[in-house]
């Protein structure tokens, strides 16, 4: 708990930071890149797993499975990201509630943004571009209820958002 992790430059890790079980912690203005050529042989660039509290603001993520990966996070906030040419996703939740993106650019990935199973995640003035491909979505949004999103810019994603199982959500422009 209570960890800074910044201002670091991390070249060809299999992940870049891991946080497991980490509370009111920092991550900001780290530039984190690998070339992982399939997601089997790469991890993702900020992992984040049963942590809560945490900050995520200002790094440059790049290369990697998943730029940006949480499992059971809650009441964290995702701030000035830059998640570029990752193998599958942007950023990407599961199970994780309460928490907040913003102000990211998401572009390039397989896919922009994966929100599953997951409530009440608020999502403001990000930016997805150029994701495309066959499953690429600006944002995938999959079992997830009781969410905001507003603001948000959708530029050459093969489909801008895609939903399924959602339910009660709010998106607007």
């Known amino acids: 708990s209570y960890v800074g992790i910044r201002n670091n430059r991390?070249?060809?890790?299999?992940?870049?930071?891991?946080?497991?079980?980490?509370s009111y912690s920092l991550i900001a203005n780290n530039d984190i890149k690998s070339t992982g050529g399939s997601?089997?042989?790469?991890?993702?660039?900020?992992?984040?797993?049963?942590?809560?509290?945490?900050?995520?603001?200002?790094n440059?993520?790049?290369?990697h499975r998943d730029g940006i990966y949480f499992e059971?996070?809650?009441?964290?906030?995702?701030?000035?990201?830059?998640s570029h040419r990752n193998i599958r996703y942007g950023l990407h939740f599961m199970f994780?509630?309460?928490?907040?993106?913003?102000n990211n650019t998401f572009s390039e990935n397989g896919a922009g943004?994966?929100?599953?199973?997951?409530?009440?995640?608020?999502m403001i003035?990000?930016?997805?571009l150029d994701n495309w491909g066959s499953a690429a979505y600006g944002i995938l949004l999959k079992d997830i209820s009781?969410?905001?999103?507003?603001?948000?810019?959708?530029?050459?994603?093969?489909?801008?958002?895609?939903?399924?199982?959602?339910?009660?959500?709010?998106?607007?422009?």
């Open 10 to 22: 991390l070249r060809e890790n299999f992940f870049g930071i891991y946080c497991q079980h980490a």
């Open 113 to 122: 943004v994966a929100v599953m199973y997951s409530r009440q995640v608020t």
């Open 125 to 128: 003035r990000n930016h997805f």
């Open 72 to 82: 059971f996070v809650t009441e964290s906030t995702i701030t000035n990201n830059k």
């Open 39 to 58: 997601e089997l042989d790469a991890g993702n660039g900020i992992h984040a797993w049963k942590s809560d509290h945490l900050v995520i603001d200002g």
């Open 60 to 63: 440059f993520i790049n290369g």
């Open 146 to 173: 009781d969410s905001y999103a507003a603001y948000n810019e959708f530029s050459r994603n093969t489909a801008a958002i895609y939903m399924e199982g959602s339910s009660r959500l709010t998106i607007f422009a």
């Open 96 to 102: 994780s509630h309460q928490d907040i993106y913003t």
